[in-house]
């Protein structure tokens, strides 16, 4: 059965997980919509949504620097007490983030974070773009959204590929210690800086160098 959009809709709302969790269960269920409910609640997700209308203040600001300080990341995230804030877990999962964002270089957290004008923007280039491959004008709407998607997975942080376990992202990775830990996390804001950014410079692959830096 094909999954739609009114299926991941029904069930991020019978769940509150987020909505590519939703599809990615629905797709490994069949669309069956109790079955993906159960594969959900087994990887702790349902679990987790129930504590997102919690309250965050506590937490940490963490910083990384990267390369003898060619990127630099300042990272908030939000727990709901200070001894959690306190707890190794935490601070190594908000480590984890900040060097994250450090590698991937994220534009927003989620795509309800995205800018209006630069997704329109983007939308209309990926139109045209399809257009100017020959597409079938009917088909031309569905590719852009496809692509969109790819979008999101690029610059939304929580629907990057973890870069310590690429099989899952981080919106799945926070789930998971929000079910650890028991108490609601967020992660609220970032800034990233990078030497020279805006320059013409030689391009680095970041990912490898960050991971490189991990295992020594």
């Known amino acids: 059965m094909a999954v739609t959009a009114a299926m991941v809709k029904e069930?991020?709302?019978?769940?509150?997980?987020?909505?590519?969790?939703?599809?990615?269960?629905l797709e490994e269920t069949g669309g069956d919509m109790e079955k993906a409910i159960e594969v959900l609640r087994k990887k702790g997700l349902a679990a987790a949504a129930n504590k997102a209308g919690r309250i965050a203040t506590e937490g940490l600001v963490e910083s990384y620097i990267h390369g003898g300080g060619r990127?630099?990341?300042?990272v908030e995230v939000n727990c709901e007490t200070d001894f959690v804030a306190k707890t190794d877990s935490f601070r190594e999962f908000v480590k984890d983030i900040a060097m994250q964002i450090a590698a991937s270089s994220p534009r927003y957290v989620s795509r309800e974070d995205v800018n209006p004008a630069d997704l329109e923007k983007e939308r209309a280039f990926?139109?045209?773009?399809?257009?100017?491959?020959?597409?079938?004008?009917?088909?031309?709407?569905k590719m852009v959204e496809g692509r969109l998607s790819k979008y999101y997975e690029e610059f939304c942080l929580l629907e990057q590929q973890f870069i310590k376990d690429p099989d899952k992202t981080i919106s799945q990775l926070l789930n998971e210690k929000i079910s650890q830990i028991g108490e609601n996390i967020s992660i609220r804001r970032f800034v990233r800086f990078e030497l020279g950014e805006g320059l013409e410079k030689k391009q680095d692959n970041f990912v490898e160098e960050v991971m490189a830096q991990i295992k020594k």
Request: charged share 30%.
């Open 11 to 25: 069930l991020r709302e019978k769940t509150g997980a987020g909505m590519l969790d939703c599809k990615k269960a």
């Open 71 to 74: 990127i630099g990341v300042l």
């Open 126 to 141: 990926l139109k045209e773009q399809a257009l100017n491959e020959g597409k079938p004008a009917n088909i031309v709407e």
